[in-house]
């Protein structure tokens, strides 16, 4: 500690100033990992670093600890008990002892089975590039057409909107409030209209103005899923009638948050719409982040894009190396 020299008078204080406010000492951030994803003390990796982390060697009741934290972060029980028996494997071969050795084959792993299914890469291709989205309503599909529309703007594409959710009028005004928020018109007709109509419509706007690409919104929900599903190809024959070989995307918008539940829902869309990718919303929203790993297993499509926030810029491409760095972050 500093002592006041002998010969220096102390300083009176200035009773007519108010004392300076107390500091506040903010809370150290987690900075957000690739992606913008900000990882979550309560999520898998830091499950797994309980697990892992203690700087015992790696057990068969390790690896049994391993696949219930699987488990229960909707990676699945079938796609987990594949990832185990792979990292085991590989942390064998690699010569493999401690915890932290297991916990890099398990990244590793999981991947390498992201990279598998193919690249996220996203390209428009040849104008008019049409996109169809489809899943379920609440999933975000909506929001996600205006997310890419102004990320494509940014790249300096020009595009349309299609309004082809002619069953809820909800859908249509809400692709019409974000068509005026980011000066892209929208197609649309009356509610109730037929879809095919709409998109047929959308298509040939593209044409004359000579526009780069047309998202199309869908129905996600109908009376009953065979309505549904007939819909969806009937959009896909009026667009392929119109312009052979589009549309160039069907992606597949699956909300992180509902776990295995969103997952079955997805795969009656994939099997019947020929999915090309997965967009994965509200993955900022989940401590778990298991289901993007089963979706890409059990689909077999890669996940072009995440959702990661609100903001209409919170559209990334989607990096496995990025991914796999936020879901094993402590």
Known sequence: MFRRRRDEPAAEPDRGTAPPPAMTVARPRREPAGMGLRARPSGLGSRLR?????????????????????????????????????ARQRFRADGGRSGEDARRSLATEVRDRLVQVGSGRFELGPAPSVVLFVGVNGTGKTTTIAKLAHRLQGEGHSLALAAADTFRAAAVEQLRIWGEQLGVPVIAQRPGADPGAVAFDAVAAAESRGLDAVLVDTAGRLQNKQQLMDELGKIRRVIERRLPDQPRHVLLVLDATTGQNGLLQAEGFSAEAGVTGIVLTKLDGTAKGGVALAAADRLGVPIVFAGVGEDIDALAPFDPEAFVEWLFAE
Not at 71 to 83: K, S
């Open 50 to 86: 309980a697990i892992l982390g203690t700087g015992n060697p790696a057990t068969d009741a390790t690896w049994d600890d391993v696949e219930e934290v699987l488990i229960a972060a909707d990676v699945g029980a079938i796609a987990t008990l594949e990832i185990v028996d792979a």
